[in-house]
């Protein structure tokens, strides 16, 4: 197997628990734990009523659970459903080199195959596969050499969740490269429903992970596929990515483990408000001025930045246009000194002094040449007085470098656990599992906790 596309495969399927570092396994379930949470809270959107409807009629059999709900549905079902909720709040934790939320597509595929599978899946076998996943689609985005063109963590996502299935399934290399290539023939998403601020963004999400258990299903079949359907002339790297460099990101591969590198989301907007959030918080903490103080909020930083969420405050956005909009982030960061998921549903969404406040904020580009940097970023605060306030941010909250404590963490998975669709039993038998996740015979205890009580 000499090839790119044949080596990330082989990665793939030679994944082990003995192989992770403490760091990587400590990681897993952190992320495992938070995935859960924004999950189960996303599962009470509005828009999630609509897509159960749709979902329901593509066949028969309730097989898989639904986060949050008593509701089962076939596997391909419930995964579409569950990995939507998972990014439908922007609320889920990222890989910010790579640009995607690589859990989002991965573990509602892998909870959903534990949970069919005849034999227990340990807590191990689990991790292990989580590690491929991540590594798998993180290594495909940071081989990017150009902006977002196609919703990245939907596209990309995608061979990271057949990845992590692949290994779960025990699939050897050229099975996994075959999965990879069945993959390539379902891929999709573009950033044409970020642009419109569209729930259609989520739900690629949820199509792509869908895909991953048809591609593996094929590869497991024996029906023929491609042998390079990463690098190939019309593979996804130059079809969906044009400039890219896989085999440097491939470096490392197996000593250091993508998962380490995960970021939190401590907001549920996108990633791209967050340095505008925790810059308006701390020069508020800092100098103590009111909301009717300000007269203008400039965020400065890289293209990326103002690609994703440079967007104009609305008197009636959608959701997720809102999500994804700096102005109207900030506007209620001003008025509630927080940011919630409820600020993105119902009246608050076209709250009069929202709209008026987030007129107040701009952005503008510096001369980053990385199209997919986040930082650095400045936040500068102008007060009706004339008094000129900054703050620079060279990491994120939340980021490796900046990581989020475990009280914060768990803040963050209780609040989520209470925006279920349906009214769930305490958090904390879900939280000591994942936490000796490792000591685990039997993945199938997890699953059973994300349903509500009886």
């Not at 000499?2 to 760091?23: I, M, N, T």
């Not at 897509?51 to 008593?70: F, P």
């Not at 573990?107 to 195959?113: F, N």
């Not at 990491?395 to 963490?409: F, T």
Request: aromatic share 6%; charged share 15%.
């Amino acid at each position: 197997m000499s090839s790119l596309d044949a080596k990330l495969a082989q990665h793939a399927a030679g994944v082990r628990f003995e192989h992770l570092s403490p760091q990587a396994i400590e990681a897993a379930k952190i992320f495992l734990l938070d995935s859960i949470g924004v999950g189960v809270a996303g599962g009470s959107t509005p828009e999630v009523t609509p897509l159960l409807s749709a979902v329901s009629q593509w066949g028969e059999g309730a097989k898989v659970s639904l986060w949050g709900r008593r509701a089962k549905l076939t596997a391909s079902q419930a995964v579409l459903v569950n990995a939507y909720q998972v990014h439908c709040q922007e609320f889920d934790c990222l890989h910010e080199g790579a640009v995607l939320h690589a859990m989002a597509t991965l573990l509602p595929v892998l909870l959903a195959e534990a949970q069919q599978m005849r034999s227990p899946v340990t807590g191990r076998a689990l991790l292990a596969a989580l590690a491929a996943g991540v590594d798998v689609s993180c290594t495909i985005g940071m081989a990017s050499k150009l902006g977002l063109r196609f919703f990245r963590p939907a596209a990309s996502g995608g061979f990271g969740a057949v990845a992590g299935l692949a290994n779960l399934r025990g699939f050897d290399a050229p099975t996994t490269l075959a999965a990879f290539g069945h993959q390539l023939a379902q891929v999709s998403g573009t950033m044409q429903a970020h642009t419109e601020g569209s729930v259609v963004l989520p739900l690629q999400i949820g199509v792509n992970a869908r895909a991953a258990f048809q591609s593996c299903d094929l590869a497991q079949s024996d029906f023929p596929s491609l042998q390079t359907p990463l690098t190939g002339r019309f593979g996804y790297l130059p079809m969906f990515e044009s400039e890219w460099d896989l085999e440097s990101a491939m470096q490392g591969l197996g000593e250091r483990w993508r998962l380490t590198e995960l970021s939190h989301k401590p907001y549920p907007s996108g990633r791209a408000t967050h340095g505008g959030i925790e810059g308006l918080s701390i020069l508020r903490q800092q100098a103590n001025f009111a909301a009717s103080d300000v007269a203008e909020i400039v965020v400065t930083g890289p293209s990326l930045l103002n690609h994703l969420v440079n967007r104009p405050g609305l008197e009636q956005p959608t959701p997720n246009y809102a999500r994804l909009c700096m102005p109207f982030v900030l506007a209620k960061v001003l008025q509630h000194g927080a940011l919630d998921p409820m600020h993105f549903r119902s009246d608050a969404l076209t709250d009069p002094e929202t709209y008026a406040l987030s007129l107040k904020v701009r952005m503008e580009k510096d001369d980053n040449p990385n199209p997919n940097a986040l930082v650095p970023q400045r936040v500068t605060v102008r007060l009706k007085d004339g008094t000129v306030l900054q703050h620079a941010i060279d990491a994120m909250l939340a980021s490796p470098k900046r990581p989020l404590s475990r009280e914060a963490q768990l803040s963050k998975f209780h609040r989520c656990w209470a925006l279920s669709a349906e009214s769930m039993g305490s958090p904390e038998p879900l939280i000591a599992l994942v936490e000796s996740f490792e000591h685990c015979t039997d993945a199938g205890q997890l699953i059973s906790l994300l349903s509500p009580a009886v």
